[in-house]
């Protein structure tokens, strides 16, 4: 899931993300839920990453070859410019 949100950031927006360990592990301890399977942790990355993501894009934030990072920060997770080209 988080390398498709990677692969359309990268075709759409010329913008890479790169996602910490950190932030995977968050992801995955924060989605995992047995009775419900993978619908949960489709629903975690909705709204841990895509929700804050598009916000980001309505924003106009998210410029054209820009390089961003998504970090775990206290409880839950940060997204932040590395570099702009």
């Known amino acids: ?6 692969r359309n950031l990268l075709k ?3 913008v890479t993300l790169q996602i ?6 968050f992801i995955a301890q924060a989605g995992y839920n047995p009775p419900y399977g993978a619908r949960e942790l489709r629903r975690t ?3 841990l990453v895509q929700m804050p993501l598009s916000e ?3 924003a ?4 054209n070859g820009s390089q961003w990072q998504l970090i ?3 409880d839950g997770l940060e ?7």
Request: net charge negative; proline share 0%.
């Open 72 to 74: 775990q920060k206290d």
């Open 56 to 58: 980001l894009i309505l």
């Open 12 to 14: 759409q927006y010329q």
């Open 79 to 85: 997204f932040s410019i590395r570099t702009q080209i």
């Open 20 to 25: 910490d360990k950190e932030a995977e592990i």
């Open 1 to 6: 899931m988080l390398e498709e949100i990677y």
């Open 45 to 47: 990355v909705e709204k």
């Open 60 to 63: 106009g934030k998210l410029a």
